[in-house]
């Protein structure tokens, strides 16, 4: 089902959030992805990311809390190709990816906050599944959203389910 934010504003004004998109630069060879939360918070430390990818249903959207650390990336080419294979619609990234022209021929997208060629730890610190904020939005698992090049907006309910 294609979309696009500007008409999902205009059409459930009041029943979606807006995020603070421009914290955010997009990558990856798709123009648009949606689907239901799943969330990861972490820092500097991939792990968790690795095992949210393994057990998300395909069409997630993976939304990574990453504290906006810049010091090394959280995402890279062997975790995007696993997405790729899994079916995973997109990632939100607060925080760095590496790989980025890899993921720019790949069959996905995403945002991040930028690049880093650091990998980061494997040491599975962090929590899955849970809610945090940022970029204006309350992130809880379950939610839905939906992104392309003019923003990301948010829903509790799924905005594309009676439409074709």
Known sequence: MSFTTS??????????????????????????????VVTVK??????????????????????????????SAL?????????????????IVYGCIRDSTVINESNISMLAIGTNPVLSSKERAGEKNVSFHFASVDWTPGLYVYVDQDGMVVSKTNLLEDTD
Request: net charge negative; charged share 25%.
């Open 75 to 91: 995402i890279g080419k062997e975790l995007v190709e696993k997405a790729v294979k899994k079916g995973i619609s997109g990632f």
């Open 42 to 71: 972490v820092y500097e430390d991939y792990a968790l990311i690795d095992e949210v990818i393994d057990e998300a249903a395909e069409g997630s959207v993976v939304v990574i809390h990453g504290s906006g650390s810049r010091r």
């Open 7 to 36: 008409l999902l504003c205009d059409e459930h004004k009041g029943n979606i959030i807006v995020a603070e998109s421009s914290l955010f630069q997009f990558y990856g060879n798709k123009k648009a992805f949606s689907g239901p």
